[in-house]
C-alpha cells in the first residue's frame, strides 16, 4: 500500500506543510524589511545580526530544503495529474463556477516565483550572505555584505528592477490566494464555517505579505531617486 | 429548435475517435436532453447509420449512469442535475453543442460517448462498505444518531458514483467520490468502527487506478450533480481515517471531530 511520500493525500500534506513553512518564513522575511521603511539603521543592525552567523546559515539551509521539497512534489503532483487525464483533453472547456484562476495554475505561478527568486538570490543573496561565506569585505555594489539598506537603493534604483519584483510579488499574490486556502483545507479546517472564514483568511494573508514587500520596493525606488528622503 | 451537435464517436476502445457533425429539427424545448439524442439516434437508425452509444438507465438522476461533458460542463450547463435531467430550454435555437466523452485516463472510452467506469466500482470494492454479521435485521432505532451526524451522512451518500468529479478534475482526481462514500459510512456509528481502514483501502486503490491528486481547485463540487461539498473532500477522507499510527487512529475515531483533524498522513504499519 502507500505511505506519506507516494499516495495522493501524503503528497497534498507533504505541499500543505511545504507551503506552510514557505509563507511563515515570507511574513517572518517581510517584517524585517519592514525595519527598512522606518529606519534603514534597524534595517541594518538585523542583516548584521543575522549575517553570515552559524544560525542564519543553519535557516538558510533549512528554507533552501523547503523549497526544495515544495518545487520537486510540485512537479511531481503536476506532472502524475497530467497524466491521470489521459491523452486527449476536451474540445470544449468552461469555468466551473467558483473555482478560482489562480488554483488551476500554480505550478505556472509557483515557476515564475521561483525565477523570481533567482534573481532575487542574483541581487540579495549573492551579494550578502554569499559575500562573508567567502570572506570577502566588499561586494560588487562596493559595500560591506552587512549593507542591506545600501544594497537595495543600489538595486531598486534601477526602476526596471522594480517592475520585475512587482510582477513576482504579484504572481506570489496569486499563488498564495490558493496556497494558503489550501493549505489550511488540506490541513482539516474544513467544517462549514471554517471553509468561509480560511478563504478570508488566506486573501488576509496573500495581501498582507504581498503589500508588505512591495511596499519596500516602492519606497527603496522613490529614496534611491531622490524623490522622499 | 433546430440544432448542430457536435458528436464524438469512437468505432471502439482501440480506435481513433474524432467528431462529427449531426444536424436535428424540431426539438421541443421540454424534451430533455437525451430524448433529443433518442430522436438523433431514431433518424441515424431509419437512415441506416449507427446510432451514436450513450449511457443511461433511470433518466431521473438517481442512478448515475449517465454522463456526458456538454458545452465544456459535465452534465452539461445546468447546476446540481445529472445529464438525463438536462432539458434543451437550457439551449437557445440554432445553437452548436458539443458532447464529448468523460475524459480521465482511469475512464477509458468503449465506444462513442460511452467510458468505462469500473475503477469508482474497484474503488468501492476496496472498502467501501460496512461488514456486518447476516442475523435478524436490528432495530432501525436501536443506535440513537445526533441529527446532525445524520445529515451530514445522509448529504453525503447522496453521490451516485456518476464520475463528473473525475472527468471535471483538472488533476483527474476522484477525492470528492471517495471523501463523500468515506464520510457517508464514517459519520455513523456503524461505519465509524472500520473508518481508519476503509479510507486507507479506498485512497489506495484509487492512487493505484491513476487517478490524479487532489489540489483543492473545487470543481469537483461545482459540477457535482449532487452538490457533495469538496470540504467532505481531502480532511474527511482522512478524517475518520488515515492515520500515523494504531493509537492515533483509535483516539480519532473515539474522541474527536474528525474533520479537525484533517488530512491525514497514513503510513503502513
Ligand atoms: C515562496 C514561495 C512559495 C510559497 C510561500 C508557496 C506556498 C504554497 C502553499 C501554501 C500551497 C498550498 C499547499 C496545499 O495545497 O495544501 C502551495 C501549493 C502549490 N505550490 Fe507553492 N509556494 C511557493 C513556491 C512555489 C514554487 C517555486 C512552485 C513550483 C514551481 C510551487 C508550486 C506549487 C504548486 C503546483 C502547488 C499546488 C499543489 C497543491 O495545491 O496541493 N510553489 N504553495
Ligand atoms: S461525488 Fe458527485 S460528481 Fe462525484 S461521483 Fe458522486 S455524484 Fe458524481
Ligand atoms: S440516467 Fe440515471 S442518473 Fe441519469
Not at chain 1, 544560525?55 to 497530467?82: E, S, W
Not at chain 2, 442512478?63 to 456538454?70: A, N, Q, T
Not at chain 2, 463523500?180 to 487506478?209: I, N, Y
Amino acid at each position: 500500500m502507500s505511505n506519506i511520500f507516494t499516495s495522493s493525500i501524503g503528497k497534498k500534506l507533504i505541499m500543505s506543510i511545504s507551503g506552510c513553512f514557505l509563507v511563515l518564513f515570507l511574513a517572518f522575511h517581510m517584517c524585517m524589511n519592514l525595519a527598512l521603511v522606518f529606519s534603514p539603521e534597524a534595517y541594518n543592525a538585523i542583516c548584521e545580526f543575522l549575517g553570515a552567523n552559524w544560525y542564519a546559515l543553519v535557516g538558510t539551509a533549512i528554507l533552501a530544503a523547503g523549497v526544495l521539497v515544495h518545487f520537486v512534489y510540485a512537479f511531481i503532483l503536476t506532472i502524475q495529474n497530467r497524466k491521470a487525464r489521459g491523452n486527449i483533453r476536451y474540445a470544449v472547456t468552461a469555468k466551473e463556477e467558483g473555482v478560482s484562476w489562480a488554483s488551476k495554475n500554480m505550478l505556472v505561478l509557483g515557476i515564475i516565483v521561483i525565477l523570481g527568486l533567482l534573481v532575487h538570490l542574483k541581487d540579495f543573496w549573492a551579494q550578502m550572505q554569499l559575500v562573508e561565506i567567502l570572506g570577502h569585505h566588499t561586494n560588487s555594489y562596493g559595500l560591506t555584505p552587512t549593507d542591506g539598506a545600501g544594497a537595495t537603493l543600489e538595486v531598486f534604483g534601477n526602476p526596471i528592477y522594480c517592475v520585475v519584483y512587482i510582477v513576482w510579488l504579484a504572481a506570489l499574490w496569486f499563488h498564495l490566494t490558493h496556497g494558503v486556502w489550501s493549505m489550511l483545507h488540506t490541513m482539516g479546517f474544513n467544517s462549514k464555517l471554517w471553509m468561509k472564514r480560511v478563504k478570508c483568511i488566506a486573501n488576509i494573508v496573500a495581501t498582507l505579505v504581498v503589500a508588505g514587500f512591495m511596499l519596500v520596493v516602492v519606497v527603496c525606488c522613490l529614496r534611491a531617486n531622490g524623490i522622499i528622503g | 429548435m433546430n440544432l448542430t451537435l457536435k458528436i464524438w464517436r469512437q468505432k471502439d476502445a482501440k480506435s481513433q475517435g474524432k467528431f462529427e457533425e449531426y444536424k436535428v429539427q424540431n426539438i421541443s424545448p421540454d424534451s430533455s436532453f437525451l430524448e433529443m439524442l433518442d430522436i438523433l439516434n431514431n433518424d441515424l437508425i431509419m437512415s441506416g447509420k449507427e446510432p451514436i452509444a450513450f449511457d443511461h438507465d433511470c433518466r431521473e438522476g438517481i442512478c448515475g449512469m449517465c454522463s456526458l461533458h456538454i458545452n465544456g460542463h459535465a452534465h452539461g450547463p445546468d447546476s446540481e442535475i445529472t445529464t438525463c435531467q438536462l432539458h434543451m430550454r437550457k439551449f437557445k435555437d440554432g445553437d452548436t453543442i458539443t458532447i464529448e466523452p468523460w475524459r480521465s485516463a482511469a475512464f477509458p472510452v468503449i465506444k462513442d460517448l460511452v467510458v468505462d467506469r469500473s475503477a469508482y466500482d474497484k474503488i468501492l470494492q476496496a472498502g467501501g462498505f460496512i461488514s456486518v454479521n447476516t442475523g435478524g435485521v436490528p432495530d432501525a432505532n436501536a443506535i440513537p444518531i445526533p441529527k446532525a451526524d445524520a445529515d451530514e451522512s445522509m448529504d453525503a451518500a447522496a453521490c451516485i458514483g456518476c464520475g463528473a468529479c473525475a472527468a471535471t478534475c483538472k488533476n483527474g482526481s476522484a477525492m470528492l467520490f471517495v471523501a463523500a462514500r468515506v464520510s457517508s459510512l464514517a459519520k455513523l456509528p456503524q461505519g465509524k468502527v472500520e473508518g481508519a481502514r476503509r479510507a486507507k483501502a479506498m485512497v489506495a486503490k484509487m492512487d493505484e487506478l491513476g487517478f490524479g491528486n487532489c489540489t483543492n481547485t473545487g470543481a469537483c463540487e461545482a459540477e457535482c450533480p449532487k452538490a457533495i461539498p469538496s470540504r467532505t473532500s481531502p480532511a474527511s477522507t482522512a478524517s475518520s481515517s488515515t492515520l500515523s499510527s494504531r493509537t492515533k487512529s483509535r483516539t480519532l475515531t473515539q474522541t474527536t471531530e474528525p474533520r479537525f483533524l484533517g488530512s491525514v498522513v497514513y503510513i503502513d504499519n
